[in-house]
């Protein structure tokens, strides 16, 4: 069962306060930060939600991206940041819940009920209470021989978030909306491991009843909309043997028209946030509430470490929709620049190089291109604002590697250090990891 720690990494954070203290997770810990100096915990170090003395409520639409972020990224807006980190701690949450000791019968459930969720993972006094929680299925057909494998091999649905909804009325004053919540984890299980290695794309099928659209794994779109197969299998996948099971997809839009119904006519914000994986399913989710719902509210997504999810039409129909995308990455972070490939940046530099003379180089790129575009199955787009860190800015990171670089908490403490491209860390940064 402990091998299951020693896959090799693709989407999975190391997040040293989630995982059960299993021998090999020590030796990994001992490995990864060996070369770290000892640093103070993160969650001791944050004070509670509520007593942030930033004020969001009269400009939180711009907070939430109705102007792309302009001029809030670099140099970082100090509210900004501080709504960044509160939503990170939100996904720590989704980790900080899920039972990762492959041993357990509760196995890749969550550990905490919804009405002590938050406070259980040391969010206290946030104005939110968790709704629902949620379970994603992996559509992956399980050979014959897995009846004889652990069970933890064949755990097709897991445990993988959940929707939490403002309800303090200080909180969403100071807000100026009531905000809904919906947190994502990264990869944990064996079956997600194996979807996340599906990369190549495939269509988001639409087809729309009583007003509910429907995405499905396979077929095809006019707008020609594409994203990696392995995410949308989880998204969408059903359990075969136990039709009582929903889809993610399924799960979140019944919960949100819930939430909906219940606030009508109230000022309200959806903020999709998750890492890596989560990050991912985070993208897919705002997409496809954007799609379903008549009236839907304010959709952003906040992702921290997320890969690549789709094309280029899957791109611009996001921002078609209005739904706002702010992607923080880790130049170091390896899982933000796969899978498939990426050819946009060649595309904008065309103009540049003719102008300069350069024809027969950008005759090689229009032809270059021309071929990539002839597999689409694996040519990939960026999407949305970026927020680029680097934890060799960190003056506190000392010898990371590939690894530790992906970690949510390294995400969390560039967030709190990061000031601008000129003056990349503050020296002020109280964001801390734990050894």
């Known amino acids: 069962m402990r091998t299951l720690h020693h896959a090799p990494t693709l989407l999975r954070p190391h997040t040293t306060t989630q995982l059960q203290s299993t021998q090999p ?33 009269k400009r939180w639409k711009e907070y939430q991206g109705m102007n792309n972020w302009n001029g809030l990224l670099d140099p970082l807006d100090e509210n900004l940041r501080a709504e960044i980190l509160r939503y990170g701690q939100f996904v720590e949450a989704a980790y ?61 649905s897991s445990y993988i978030g959940y929707v939490a909804v403002c309800h303090n009325k200080e909180e969403i004053k100071r807000l100026g909306r009531r905000d809904i919540v919906v947190a994502f984890r990264g990869t944990t299980t064996c079956l997600e491991w194996l979807e996340n290695l599906r990369a190549t794309l495939n269509n988001v099928v639409q087809s729309t009843a009583n007003g509910i659209t429907t995405a499905e794994p396979c077929g095809v779109e006019e707008n020609g909309a594409m994203v990696e197969s392995g995410f949308l299998s989880l998204y969408t996948s059903k359990l075969s043997d136990n039709p009582s099971f929903m889809s993610l997809q399924d799960m979140v839009r019944k919960e949100i028209a819930r939430i909906l119904k219940t606030y009508e006519g109230e000022n309200l914000s959806l903020t999709i946030t998750g890492h890596s994986l989560g990050a991912a399913l985070a993208t897919l989710t705002a997409y496809d509430i954007r799609n379903s719902f008549l009236r839907p509210p304010h959709v952003t997504v906040i992702s921290f470490g997320g890969p690549r999810i789709g094309n280029r039409s899957f791109r611009r129909r996001l921002e078609e929709q209005g739904t706002k995308v702010l992607r923080i990455v880790n130049s170091d972070d390896v899982i933000t620049k796969i899978p498939g490939f990426v050819f946009d940046e060649v595309e904008k530099k065309e103009g540049d190089v003719e102008g300069n003379g350069g024809e027969e180089v950008a005759s090689f790129q229009r032809w270059m291109r021309r071929r990539v575009e002839e597999i689409q199955w694996l040519l990939y787009s960026e999407i949305g604002e970026e927020l680029r860190l680097c934890s060799r800015d960190s003056p506190y990171l000392r010898g990371i590697n590939i690894v530790t670089c992906h970690d949510l908490n390294i995400y969390l403490h560039l967030v709190d250090g990061f000031v601008s491209s000129k003056c990349p860390f503050r020296a002020t940064a109280k964001r801390f990891l734990r050894h």
């Open 25 to 57: 997770v020590q030796k990994m810990d001992k490995m990864m930060n060996a070369n770290m100096p000892q640093l103070r915990s993160s969650s001791s170090m944050s004070p509670p939600l509520t007593s942030l003395t930033n004020k969001v409520g």
């Open 96 to 156: 900080k819940s899920f039972e990762f000791d492959p041993s357990s019968p509760n196995y890749a459930t969550c550990k905490f009920p919804k009405s002590k969720h938050l406070e259980r993972c040391g969010l206290h006094n946030t104005g939110y209470k968790v709704t629902k929680h949620l379970r994603a299925t992996s559509g992956i057909k399980l050979p014959t021989w897995v009846d004889k494998a652990p069970s933890w091999v064949a755990t097709q």
